[in-house]
T-cell receptor, first 116, second 110 residues
Framework: EPEVTQTPSHQVTQMGQEVILRCVPI?????FYWYRQILGQKVEFLVS????????KSEIFDDQFSVERPDGSNFTLKIRSTKLEDSAMYFC??????????????FGPGTRLLVL | SQQGEEDPQALSIQEGENATMNCSYK?????LQWYRQNSGRGLVHLIL?????REKHSGRLRVTLDTSKKSSSLLITASRAADTASYFC??????????FGSGTRLQVQP
C-alpha cells in the first residue's frame, strides 16, 4: 500500500542552524501539508501546498520556514535558523484531491527534530 | 473549548470492553477525521465522516457525527491491548488544513 515517507526520522541540530526535512508524498496525490507536534501538545497545521505554491499557512509558518517541491516526488520543509522552540515532531501529509472522496490526509511517520 | 476537543483526556479499560471517545468542535465542517497515534509515532488515519453523514463503520470502529451539536464520537468495540494509543479527531472546515484536538489517551489492560 502506498505511503508517505519522511527522512530523516530523527535530527539533532544546534540553534541557529538550517535544517531541511524531506517528505515523499503518495505519488498520485496533489495536496501536500506540513504539521508539527511539540511534545505533549496538539498536532498543529503549518502549511499546505498545491500546484507548486503555498495555498495556506498558519501563523507559526513565519519567514524562517519555507517549503519546496524540487522535483516530481519530494516535498521539503526548510527552517532557516532553528530556535529551541522548533523542537518538535514534524509530519508531512498528502491527499489526492479536495473532495469526492479524496480528502483523507495520509501522514508520514514524522521527523523528530531536536534543537540544542 | 477549542476546535476539535476530545473527552475524556484519558481512558483505561479492560480488554474486551468498548471504548467511547468524544470530540467537540466549534465551526462548520466539511468532514471530520479520526486518527490514532502510538506513543511517539506517526498518525494513522482511521475513518473520515462527512458533514452530511451521521454514522460510519469500519471493522470494530463506529463513528457518529451530530452537526447540530458539533460533536462526534468514536466507539471501539471489543477492545484489544493493541488498541492502546492516543486518538485524535481532526476537522476540515473547508480550508483543507486539519485542526486537531488534544486527543484521548486510551489504555487497554490485558
Amino acid at each position: 500500500e502506498p505511503e508517505v515517507t519522511q527522512t530523516p526520522s530523527h535530527q539533532v541540530t544546534q540553534m541557529g542552524q538550517e535544517v531541511i526535512l524531506r517528505c515523499v508524498p503518495i505519488s498520485n496525490h496533489l495536496y501536500f501539508y506540513w504539521y508539527r507536534q511539540i511534545l505533549g501538545q496538539k498536532v498543529e497545521f503549518l502549511v499546505s501546498f498545491y500546484n507548486n505554491e503555498i495555498s495556506e499557512k498558519s501563523e507559526i509558518f513565519d519567514d524562517q520556514f519555507s517549503v519546496e517541491r524540487p522535483d516530481g516526488s519530494n516535498f521539503t520543509l526548510k527552517i532557516r535558523s532553528t530556535k529551541l522552540e522548533d523542537s518538535a515532531m514534524y509530519f508531512c501529509a498528502s491527499n489526492i484531491r479536495s473532495g469526492g472522496g479524496g480528502e483523507t490526509q495520509y501522514f508520514g511517520p514524522g521527523t523528530r527534530l531536536l534543537v540544542l | 473549548s477549542q476546535q476539535g476537543e476530545e473527552d475524556p483526556q484519558a481512558l483505561s479499560i479492560q480488554e474486551g470492553e468498548n471504548a467511547t471517545m468524544n470530540c467537540s468542535y466549534k465551526t462548520s465542517i466539511n468532514n471530520l477525521q479520526w486518527y490514532r497515534q502510538n506513543s511517539g509515532r506517526g498518525l494513522v488515519h482511521l475513518i473520515l465522516i462527512r458533514s452530511n453523514e451521521r454514522e460510519k463503520h469500519s471493522g470494530r470502529l463506529r463513528v457518529t457525527l451530530d452537526t447540530s451539536k458539533k460533536s462526534s464520537s468514536l466507539l471501539i468495540t471489543a477492545s484489544r491491548a493493541a488498541d492502546t494509543a492516543s486518538y485524535f479527531c481532526a476537522t476540515d472546515a473547508g480550508r483543507r488544513a486539519l485542526t486537531f484536538g488534544s486527543g484521548t489517551r486510551l489504555q487497554v489492560q490485558p
